[in-house]
């Protein structure tokens, strides 16, 4: 099992920014994959962005390109920084893993996720 928990969530205006992080715990050699997900109100869960722990590749949804970074330590954290935020980036932020060898954006590659942050952006 891994377990995963984020923090840094939080109210912030638009064009401001935040940084989110997740802290993975106990079986981390079985993943090579972690990923950002999002839920706003009303809507299915959506894919943010990815890095491999492998080669540090990255992936990012359209919608942050440019705006959100996602990054990695050797400490098994992974990292969200989000500027320029939008009241449409308002939404439950959530930490996944995954045992797949690559960067992936199918909700169904991940194998663990947290318990969620929330995330608000005022216009």
């Known amino acids: 099992q891994v377990q995963l928990v984020e923090s840094g969530g939080g109210l912030v205006q638009a064009g401001g920014s935040l940084r989110l992080s997740c802290a993975a715990s106990g079986r981390t050699f079985s993943v090579y994959t972690m990923g950002w997900f999002r839920q706003a109100p009303g809507k299915e869960r959506e894919f943010v962005a990815a890095?491999?722990?492998?080669?540090?590749?990255t992936d990012y949804a359209d919608s942050v390109k440019g705006r959100f970074t996602i990054s990695r330590d050797n400490a098994k954290a992974v990292y969200l920084q989000m500027n320029s935020l939008k009241p449409e980036d308002t939404a439950v932020y959530y930490c996944?893993?995954?045992?797949?060898?690559?960067?992936?954006?199918?909700?169904?590659?991940?194998?663990?996720w947290g318990q969620g942050t929330q995330v608000t952006v005022s216009s």
């Open positions: 890095i491999s722990w492998i080669d540090g590749n």
């Open positions: 996944a893993a995954s045992k797949y060898y690559g960067t992936t954006s199918a909700n169904s590659a991940y194998d663990y």
